[in-house]
Every structure is written in structure tokens, then in C-alpha cells.
């Protein structure tokens, strides 16, 4: 029903920025709200970033308030996490996360992509 990709990861220098892309491939009328989870090795998956069906709402971790930016393109289907300001403890594997309602918990979140690593060097 529905299938996300991410892209963008990669090495960046503490400082830098990045884009992640999420683009999702949707086989069905709901829209859908979209969110960003990270998960560092050893480490549980944790909440990001969480963007409304309309594009019009938004919530973030406080790990990465005034740092990151979550928006959304609804004519390409595609969710993007803007990362700015970048620390060597945002070293992870990002995940792109749909549900039909908005939650922050990961066990509620029905449709994942397979994850972009990114490393922020010292």
C-alpha cells in the first residue's frame, strides 16, 4: 500500500548540513503524516522529527529544535529533513515513518523506509 525510500545520507563535518529525502510511493487516497526516527548503533530508535497530512503542523525532539526542518512537497510525494548545525551525536541510521494519525511513538507507525545512514564527523 505504501513503500518509502529515503536518500541523502552520507559524512558531513560537525557544523555542516544535510538533506534527507523521502520519497513515497502511495497506493492509496489517505494522506498520510510522515516522520523522521534515528537510530544510533547499540541505541533504540528514537523520535525526530513529525510533519501533518496537510504539510501545516509540525513537532520536533528537542535534541534537534532550531537545528532541523521538516517539510513536505505534496506534488512529488516526498518529505524532506533539512539538517543544519550538525553534531557528531546526530551520527545514525534515519528512518522515514508514515501513519494515518499523528503519534510519536515508532510501535505506532505502520509503513518504514529501510533507513540513510548519516555521520557527522568531529
Known amino acids: 500500500q505504501v513503500q518509502l525510500v529515503e536518500s541523502g545520507g552520507g559524512l558531513v563535518q560537525a557544523g555542516g548540513s544535510l538533506r534527507l529525502s523521502c520519497t513515497v510511493s502511495?497506493?492509496?487516497?489517505?494522506?498520510?503524516?510522515m516522520a523522521w526516527f534515528r537510530q544510533a548503533p547499540g541505541k533504540e530508535r528514537t523520535f525526530v522529527s513529525l510533519?501533518?497530512?496537510?504539510?501545516?503542523?509540525?513537532h520536533y525532539d528537542d535534541s534537534v529544535k532550531d537545528r532541523f526542518t521538516i517539510s513536505r512537497d505534496m506534488f512529488k510525494n516526498t518529505v524532506y529533513l533539512h539538517m543544519s548545525s550538525l553534531k557528531p551525536e546526530d551520527t545514525a541510521v534515519y528512518y522515514c515513518?508514515?501513519?494515518?494519525?499523528?503519534?510519536?511513538?515508532?510501535?505506532?507507525?505502520?509503513?518504514w523506509g529501510q533507513g540513510t545512514q548519516v555521520t557527522v564527523s568531529s
Open positions: 502511495i497506493h492509496t487516497s489517505e494522506r498520510l503524516v
Open positions: 510533519i501533518g497530512d496537510r504539510g501545516g503542523y509540525t
Open positions: 515513518a508514515a501513519a494515518r494519525i499523528i503519534r510519536y511513538d515508532a510501535s505506532s507507525f505502520p509503513y
